[in-house]
Structures are given as structure tokens and as C-alpha cells.
């Protein structure tokens, strides 16, 4: 069941070239059981997470989480090199 609260948490999206860490903010909900939280909205950069999935996050330290459980939401990510209008087709 969710709770009222919101919040916002940086989790871990990959490294950049040089090696670094790529965090990316996630708005979720705070659900009752400690440490889990509803993802409020498909995040751009995290791989495998979409809208209304369960995630686990053992500190707000650690970047990383765990996947408890999926809502059935699929999140597709498009790239072009050139414009998106560019390319459609009447």
C-alpha cells in the first residue's frame, strides 16, 4: 500500500567514459515496507525500471537497488541522430 510521501532518490544509471558514476534522479513513493518504493515515473537512463515498479533500496547511500517487483509497464527509449519530425512519414 502506498503512503502519502513522496520522495526523490539518485540512483545508480551506469558510468560515463571516463568511468563514473551516472546517478539519475527517480521520483517515488515511500511504501510501508522498509526501504521499498513505487517509482512514480519511467526514469530515462536506468535500464529495466518503468512507471509503478517496486524497488528496493537497502541505504540512501548505496546508488544501487534491487528490482522486487515489475507493474507490467514497458519502457521504450528512442534515439535519432536527427530530428524525431525529420523522420515521420505521412
Known sequence: MKKEQRAVLQLLAGEDGHGQQVLEKVHVFV???????????TPLLIRGLAKGDIIEV?????????????????????????????????
Open 31 to 41: 511504501l510501508e515496507q522498509a526501504d521499498h518504493y513505487e517509482v512514480m515515473q
Open 58 to 90: 537497502n541505504s540512501q547511500l548505496d546508488k544501487a537497488f534491487k528490482l522486487v517487483k515489475h507493474s507490467g509497464n514497458l519502457a521504450v527509449r528512442v534515439f535519432r541522430k536527427t530530428e524525431i519530425e525529420a523522420g515521420r512519414q505521412s
